[in-house]
């Protein structure tokens, strides 16, 4: 399709620069969850469904300095496209109310199917060894200590504690061992564990090492103590 190459151009010059773990290796494998998602739900539309794909993170607060201005170029871009305003409005939707932090707000509205194909997507780039190394570079990033044995997980209440950051390690129970279970589609609920399971056989090697062997020093050890 000639507009969602010109989508997919206008993401990639709008990510060239991140350094989040939100750039365009980021978006294009999005993309390529949503295609693979997308064959098991024929129902979806698949413009609006790869559109929203490429387009996830150009509007995010944690990629864009502006996010009113990245909103306003974006919908004059598709505009420009001479997509229809019903596909607009869609997209916009989609990529509005797919994140995990729009969650905690209680403000984020019903997705269509092609919303919960790419939150699926998106959020199976958060799980694996993917889910491991982005976490590790965005906590680098934003100087987030690697692990703090007094630290305790929490449970975020609202965007603004969630963006407060946490350790790197913490990170894995505030929010990445929760998403599994909020899957929406049978494959990405299926890779979803898939990839949780390698993360918790991750998780228990890094106390292992952490402790230098300490057999008493688990994480679920570490879990019942309140740190």
Do not use: C
């Not at 993917?130 to 630290?151: C, K, M, N, Q, V």
């Amino acid at each position: 399709m000639e507009k969602l190459q010109e989508i997919a151009d206008y993401s990639f010059k709008q990510l060239a620069m991140d350094q989040t773990g939100h750039g365009i290796d980021h978006t294009v494998r999005v993309v390529k969850l949503a295609e693979k998602i997308l064959a098991t739900e024929p129902q979806a539309d698949p413009l609006i469904t790869l559109a929203s794909a490429y387009l996830h993170d150009t509007i995010d607060d944690k990629v864009v300095a502006d996010e009113t201005k990245a909103k306003a170029e974006l919908h004059q871009f598709l505009q420009r496209l001479e997509l229809s305003d019903a596909t607009i409005e869609s997209i916009f939707l989609i990529i509005e109310n797919l994140s995990f932090s729009k969650g905690l707000s209680g403000e984020e509205m019903a997705l269509p199917i092609e919303g919960k194909i790419v939150q699926d997507a998106d959020r199976l780039e958060a799980l694996g060894a993917i889910g491991i190394l982005r976490t590790a570079y965005f906590g680098g990033g934003h100087g987030h200590p690697i692990f703090d044995e007094s630290r305790q997980p929490i449970t975020y209440q609202n965007k603004k504690d969630y963006r407060k950051g946490s350790t790197v390690i913490n990170h894995f129970y505030e929010k990445l061992f929760l998403l599994p279970d909020r899957m929406n589609t049978p494959y990405g609920i299926k890779e979803a564990k898939r990839r949780e399971a390698f993360m918790r056989e991750f998780i228990d090697e890094f106390f292992n090492e952490w402790s230098v062997g300490d057999p008493d020093f688990t994480p679920e050890s570490w879990l019942a103590t309140g740190g």
